[in-house]
């Protein structure tokens, strides 16, 4: 909650510096920059310490004035804990699976961006896309034997996010979003499900406090 409140000072503060009152065109330019802030774990389910620091780059182009594409290599913490009984369908199988993951990521996100107008070069943003991830530490703790998965150390992500932005001129703008991050089964919890096959993928929530300039 802390760092929430930082982000959301720090935004606004630079929020009313260096204000540029015409109304930005970003049709047909290229943006570079960086972002940082929380990451929240979604996918403990014993009570393990959660939020950590994250950061990353981007690179985004606008293809028209409300639509573009963000390509980021952005570095997170990731984890999992499970456990769940199997539905016994056979007396002799009777199957418990639990387990305790935790690692490091770095992710190359490709995301479509929708901004909306809010008032002149201040407008929020719808955001959704895919991408790799790649894990630059795994640990796996406390897994049953009944789980026989080869974990694989790369996978495809899904991600969806909304955010506001501010163009302070035409090469500059500041940016605060929210998003989440699925994907990659580290275990399977075994039961009747009526959605799904009770894997165990990761999640994590983020807040991005990011700058963006164009050159």
């Given amino acids: ?53 994250q950061a990353g780059l981007l690179a985004e182009y606008y293809f028209s004035k409300q639509w573009s594409v963000v390509g980021r290599i952005k570095y997170f913490k990731i984890g999992a804990s499970f ?62 034997p009944e789980i026989t998965d080869n974990f694989k150390s790369y996978y495809l992500n899904f991600n969806l996010g909304y955010g506001i932005t501010y163009f302070l001129n035409k090469n500059n703008a500041l940016y605060l979003d929210t998003e989440i991050f699925a994907g990659g089964s580290k275990g399977k919890q075994d039961g009747l499900y009526i959605f799904g096959d009770g894997s165990k993928v990761l999640v994590n929530e983020m807040i991005n406090l990011g700058y963006k300039h164009n050159f």
């Fill in 1 to 53: 909650m802390k760092k929430t409140i930082m982000f959301n000072l720090l935004f606004y503060s630079m929020f009313v510096i260096a204000q540029d009152s015409t109304v930005v065109n970003v049709k047909g330019k290229w943006f570079f920059g960086g972002e940082l802030g929380k990451n929240t774990i979604r996918s403990y389910e014993f009570g393990e310490s959660a939020n950590s620091f």
């Fill in 83 to 144: 456990s769940g009984d199997d539905f016994i369908i056979f007396p002799n199988k009777a199957v418990y699976n639990f387990g305790r993951f935790n690692g490091e990521s770095l992710s190359i996100p490709v995301t479509l961006k929708w901004e909306f107008k809010i008032y002149k070069n201040f407008r929020g943003y719808l955001k959704i896309g895919s991408g790799i991830s790649i894990e630059t530490r795994s640990e796996y703790r406390d897994y049953a």
